[in-house]
């Protein structure tokens, strides 16, 4: 008899690349200050930052962290949280971190569905963004898209009134994707109203996979949702 397992949410597939020497450094020389350790409980922000902000703010997979880097600079009153699975990516951030002398950023390299369901606070969050997931372009692989209406209530118990969600992609039909499971949860409204996409984000930084979809010829579309 073949037993029928259910596929758990997870915020990712992993695809491991070679690590530098660089890379391997960081890790391990970097990683006990910029990233965060975890234990049974809760992550305790003034702790891990050294300091009391307002606003903390979560990216779910960062790539090479290089726009999550120039947004932190550009918004230091902010703490930002990168989670990213992909070790190279964790290096190469926590390396630029060190040599650029940024403190407003700490980072996990964990599965973020993981973070959010055991280790954040309810409402603690004003704001999660995800540029440039996966788009699993293929019909058959829809299912495996991060952003499915159980990971989007997932990230509503965190996420405080008035906090966003923000999420980039150069694939049209995965941007109307998004709008479709966004539009189903019902304390969310979108940012722009009925224009759907976000025009004027002038505080994102482009990142490394968006420069590429617009070699390709992609529009990028940003969709931003509100937490009512």
């Known amino acids: 008899m073949t037993i029928e397992r259910k596929r758990s949410i997870r915020s990712y597939v992993l695809r491991q690349g070679r690590m530098t020497d660089a890379q ?15 234990s049974d409980g809760v992550i305790d922000f003034h702790q891990s930052f050294g300091r009391n902000v307002e606003h903390t703010i979560l ?11 120039q947004m932190a600079k550009n918004n230091l009153a902010t703490n930002y949280i990168g989670i990213e699975v992909h070790r190279p990516g964790v290096g190469r951030l926590m390396h630029q971190l060190s040599q650029e002398q940024i403190t407003n950023v700490r980072v996990l390299n964990e599965d973020a569905v993981i973070i959010l369901k055991k280790h954040l606070q309810a409402e ?10 996966d788009p699993w ?42 709008i479709e499971v966004l539009q189903m949860e019902p304390s969310l409204i979108n940012a722009e109203g009925s224009d759907l996409y976000n025009k004027l984000l002038n505080e994102r930084p482009d990142t ?19 937490k009512k």
């Open 24 to 38: 391997k450094t960081s890790m391990e020389q970097l990683y006990p200050q910029y990233g965060i350790e975890l």
């Open 137 to 178: 372009p293929k019909k058959k692989h829809h299912k495996r898209r991060i952003i499915q209406p159980e990971f989007i209530k997932l990230i509503m118990s965190r996420l405080k009134a008035g906090g966003f969600i923000h999420v980039a992609t150069d694939w049209a039909p995965y941007a109307e994707h998004i």
């Open 59 to 69: 990216e779910i997979g960062f790539g090479m962290g290089q726009s999550l880097a």
């Open 208 to 226: 490394r996979f968006e420069n590429r979809g617009k070699k390709l010829g992609h529009n990028i579309c940003d969709v931003v949702y509100i």
């Open 124 to 133: 603690s969050l004003s704001g999660v963004q995800v540029f440039f997931p």
